[in-house]
């Protein structure tokens, strides 16, 4: 019997996957380097302000999700993180509606590597962000 699949728009993932890699990697190398403002050409006050953007854009499009698209995705993190399998997939989301609490989008956000473990869960169903265009949604 073969899994039953992710009803979530894998655009909507896909998206996600590119902002969090986008919040993720803006500002590396910038901080903790010992520059100031004169010496970097403020660089770093504008790596804040980008992050700061980035991560109220993520939040936003993951607020406003509906609960079945959040609780989805949680359960494709989980998976790609190896917590679930494919033939678990009902189980997962039914714990990610069940562990519901605050923001889905912090909680996302907060997990090191998210993007890498929704394109792996994506994955896992032969799905993948290839071809995804940022200007579809």
Do not use: H
Not at 14 to 39: H, M, P, W
Not at 53 to 79: N, Y
């Amino acid at each position: 019997m073969d899994p039953e699949m992710p009803e979530i728009n894998t655009d909507k993932v896909c998206f996600v996957i590119v902002k969090a890699r986008e919040y993720d990697v803006q500002d590396d190398g910038l901080e903790g380097e010992g520059s100031n403002a004169t010496d970097d050409n403020f660089a770093s006050v504008y790596a804040t302000d980008k992050s700061d953007s980035v991560r109220r854009e993520l939040k936003d499009f993951i607020d406003g999700m509906d609960e079945d698209e959040q609780c989805e995705l949680v359960a494709l993190c989980w998976l790609g993180r190896g917590d679930f399998s494919t033939e678990e997939w009902k189980i997962a989301v039914a714990q990610a509606r069940s562990r519901r609490q605050g923001s889905t989008a912090d909680y996302l956000i907060g997990i090191p590597l998210v993007s890498d473990y929704l394109e792996e869960g994506l994955s896992k169903f032969d799905l993948s962000c290839e071809g995804f265009e940022m200007g579809r949604l």
